[in-house]
C-alpha cells in the first residue's frame, strides 16, 4: 500500500497518516519531522534547514529527493509506506514518479485532504506538540494536560515554532504557489481521491478507508 497524503498545512495530514499506519502497518513519512529532528539535533542538514523551517518556505528539492531516497531504502518502507509533506512541488513529484518507476510501484493512491483557509488557522494556532515523542495535541479539541507534560512520555507540550499566525499565512501561500500544482498533476493522472477535511479525525479517517 503506497499512499501520498496530500493538503494544506493543517489539513490533518498527520492525524490520518499515524492512524493508516498502524492500521496497514507500514512507515509515516513525514519530511517535517525529519528536518524538525535534524534541527532538534543540531545537524548539519538541521543548521542549513532551520531558518526555512521557521520562516514557512520550502527546502531545496534536492535536500528533499536524497531525505525521500534514503528513507524509502529502509527496510520497513518495503512493504509500503504513507508520504505526509511530499511532495510539495511538481520537481519533486516527478522525481518521485521516477523513483517509483525504478522500484516497479504503480498503485499509488493519492489523498486530498480540503480545508477551509480560516479553519486552518485556527487549528494550527491552537496546535500543541510534545517536543520528545510528537503526540500531537489542541487547544480547543484535545486539550493537553493541565501540568503541560505530556500523557504518553512525560516530555514538554509546545507550540511549534511555525504555528503562529505570521508564519502559518506565509505557509499557506506557499502551499497555493508552489504545491497546489501537484493537485493537478495527480489528478490529470487519474488517481487523486478528494475528501473534506473539516470534520472530526475518526469520521475523516472512516471515509478514508472506504475510499481505498
Ligand atoms: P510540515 O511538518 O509538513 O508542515 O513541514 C514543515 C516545514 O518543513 C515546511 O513548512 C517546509 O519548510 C519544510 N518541508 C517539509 N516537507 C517539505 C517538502 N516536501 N519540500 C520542501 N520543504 C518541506
Known amino acids: 500500500m503506497e499512499i501520498i497524503l496530500f493538503g494544506a498545512p493543517g489539513a490533518g495530514k498527520g492525524s490520518q497518516a499515524k492512524l493508516l ?50 528513507r524509502l531504502e529502509q527496510q520497513d518502507a518495503v512493504n509500503g509506506f504513507i508520504l505526509d509533506g511530499f511532495p510539495r512541488t511538481i520537481p519533486q513529484a516527478k522525481a518521485l514518479d521516477e523513483l517509483l518507476n525504478k522500484k516497479n510501484i ?3 493512491h493519492v489523498i486530498m485532504l480540503n480545508v477551509d483557509d480560516e479553519l486552518i488557522v485556527k487549528r494550527l494556532t491552537s496546535r500543541r506538540i510534545c517536543e520528545s ?18 500523557e504518553v ?3 514538554n507540550i509546545i507550540s511549534r515554532p511555525d504555528d503562529n499566525e505570521t508564519t502559518i499565512r506565509n505557509r499557506l501561500k506557499v502551499y497555493y504557489e508552489q504545491t497546489s ?7 490529470r493522472k487519474g488517481n487523486l481521491i478528494e475528501l473534506d477535511g473539516s470534520g472530526l479525525v475518526a469520521d475523516i479517517y472512516k471515509e478514508l478507508i472506504r475510499h481505498l
Open 106 to 108: 504503480s498503485n499509488l
Open 153 to 155: 512520555c512525560g516530555g
Open 21 to 70: 499506519s498502524q492500521n496497514y502497518n507500514i512507515p509515516q513519512i513525514s519530511t517535517g519531522d525529519i528536518l524538525r529532528k535534524a534541527i532538534k539535533d543540531r545537524t548539519e542538514l538541521g543548521k542549513k534547514v532551520e531558518s526555512i523551517l521557521q520562516s514557512g518556505e520550502l527546502v531545496p528539492d534536492e535536500i528533499i529527493m536524497q531525505l525521500i531516497e534514503e
Open 133 to 150: 515523542c510528537g503526540k500531537d495535541y489542541n487547544l480547543i479539541s484535545s486539550p493537553p494536560p493541565a501540568d503541560g507534560k505530556c
Open 181 to 187: 500544482p501537484v493537485v493537478d498533476f495527480y489528478c
